[in-house]
């Protein structure tokens, strides 16, 4: 039979975590498989770009849906766990489970296209969308996915791994020129607020100090911590800081931010800071590289020719 859609795996992936036990990927893949009757040899048949299988990347996409509506989580790196929310799909037992049933989560739909305004029904490729803005959506969706999946590993590391990542981050963004160890953390008690500093230019004659602060994602920072960090910058003389999270920033903090003027700081998220991260290739590594190509006019209006 031919390898299953993303969507046709949906009931046999939440199927082999009804038993309210954390699983490996490898065994969900394998009672996939088992239940859908997918072969080893169809289980290694390649995208057409060679680089990954088709099914491990269908079922990844499985992954990825039923944990963006609630469905799953992922307790750790590769290990997945029913919902309550999941059980209770099981028990309601729908004659069908697709994305047009996913849709009921507004988690799912906001996923699937972030212009949809919440509560209306949505579908990533519409039927008057051209081959380039059907590529265009769905690259933007697979940097959604990393973008989430880079959240939760840096959920799972230490405060002072998230320190030192950031301050990797922007020596990669060229902070510091190609002056050796640019960045430093501080990483200690009585810091006043400052997890680490960074030259901006080869000489170091302005420095850039940092708070990093690995919280949980759905947590809004207020003004009342972006006052502290301004405090903190004056206690250190500094004229630049820079307060970089993964949580969200409230309306108020982001206001605040923009009305310093003898310190300048600037706030970044953490949708803006795994947008940065994957730009600037910190965390991740290149998997498929595709070309599009167009005509070359100048090669056919050559009269030389």
Request: hydrophobic share 35%; charged share 25%.
């Amino acid at each position: 039979m031919a390898i299953p859609k993303y969507f046709e795996m949906y009931r046999p992936f939440l199927e082999c975590l009804k038993n309210g036990r954390v699983h490996r990927i490898k065994e969900v893949k394998n009672f996939v498989a088992c239940n859908m009757s997918v072969t080893e040899d169809e289980q290694k048949e390649l995208l057409p770009s060679g680089k990954q299988a088709m099914f491990d990347n269908r079922i990844g996409w499985t992954r990825t849906y039923l944990k963006k509506a609630g469905l799953i989580h992922s307790p750790s790196r590769g290990t997945f766990i029913l919902t309550e929310e999941g059980h209770r799909v099981l028990e309601e037992n729908p004659a069908v489970i697709n994305d047009d049933f996913l849709n009921r989560y507004e988690s799912f739909r906001a996923f699937k296209n972030p212009s949809t305004i919440p509560g209306t029904q949505n579908n990533l490729i519409q039927s008057e969308d051209t081959p380039q803005d059907i590529f265009d959506k769905a690259f933007q969706q697979i940097n959604a996915s990393l973008a989430d999946d880079l959240l939760s590993e840096i959920m799972k590391q230490t405060p002072d791994f998230f320190e030192t990542l950031v301050v990797k981050l922007l020596e990669k963004m060229g902070y510091g020129g190609s002056l050796k160890n640019a960045g430093i953390v501080t990483g200690q008690s009585g810091d006043e607020g400052i997890d680490g500093i960074i030259r901006e230019d080869k000489l170091g004659f302005s420095l850039i100090y940092i708070q990093a602060k690995r919280w949980d994602l759905d947590k809004s920072i207020g003004r009342p911590e972006i006052q502290k960090f301004v405090g903190a910058l004056a206690g250190q003389g500094a004229s630049k800081g820079l307060f970089i999270t993964t949580a969200q920033f409230t309306k108020d903090a982001i206001e605040y931010a923009k009305k310093q003027h003898t310190t300048k700081v600037v706030l970044v998220d953490g949708a803006i800071l795994t947008k940065l991260m994957i730009e600037y290739n910190i965390g991740v590594s290149l998997e498929t590289a595709y070309e599009i190509k167009k005509i070359d006019t100048d090669f056919f209006n050559d009269e030389g020719n």
